[in-house]
């Protein structure tokens, strides 16, 4: 059971590249986020998703994009990457609202 | 905005000392209060959280809502426990608020 994995690891972007950060669960859950962790900060969530076909907005969502097509997906995508998303990006997932939250191991991205 | 304060962005203590990592919350209802640990080339993954009222590797946390506080405790660290430490808020559709974090270290 692969839990939640993510995709790339590590990538570095120029400026005003784009790319997308990939997400997969394979544990059925409903829910999945994507948060990002500035350093020395905490965890900010950009984008969730309650099921298949549905998207909301996070704290901070400007200059990312989401889809959520099937259940196990959650891709996140950057247009015009920046220097200020450099970070580390984690997706998460969730059977319920009141249930544990799984994450993968992180995407560290550098814009520079 | 909900928020979660963890005053302590480093924390360290000797094996066997009893160690404290502060959690405030910002009150609104009936919040779902969480801990997340991180080890060391590990991903984050729960600790516990306040509903199951568990204790999980010797760790407790008790929900003082007259100080929204959400403190995590344990008697006698130990060196396995050094880690980053992150209290959450959950506030619907599991929308977790992380507070910064608390970087813990248990020296030898």
């Known amino acids: 059971n692969a839990g939640v994995t993510q995709t790339p690891k590590f990538r570095i972007l120029k400026i005003g590249q784009s790319m997308t950060l990939q997400c997969t669960q394979d544990?059925?859950?409903?829910?999945m986020y994507w948060y990002r962790q500035d350093p020395g900060m905490g965890l900010k969530l950009i984008y969730y998703s309650v099921g298949a076909g549905i998207t909301d907005k996070g704290e901070v969502p400007n200059g990312y994009n989401v889809s959520r097509s099937t259940t196990e997906d959650f891709p996140l995508r950057l247009e015009l990457a920046a220097p200020s998303q450099t970070s580390v990006y984690f997706c998460?997932?969730?059977?319920?609202?009141?249930?544990?939250?799984?994450f993968g191991q992180g995407t560290r991205l550098t814009v520079v | 905005a909900q928020r979660v304060t963890q005053p302590e962005k480093l924390l360290s203590v000797f094996k066997g000392a009893p160690v404290e990592l502060k959690c405030n919350y910002s009150y609104s209802g009936s919040p779902e209060l969480f801990w997340y640990v991180q080890y060391s080339r590990q991903r984050l993954q729960l600790l516990l959280r306040h509903i199951s009222r568990e204790s999980i590797k010797g760790f407790t946390a008790d929900l003082n809502k007259g100080e929204t506080s959400f403190h995590l405790k344990k008697p006698f660290a130990q060196e396995e426990d050094s880690a980053m430490y992150y209290c959450a808020r959950g506030q619907g559709a599991q929308k977790l608020v992380f507070g910064q974090g608390t970087r813990l270290t248990i020296n030898p």
């Open positions: 544990m059925n859950h409903n829910y």
């Open positions: 998460a997932s969730s059977y319920s609202d009141r249930t544990e939250a799984f």
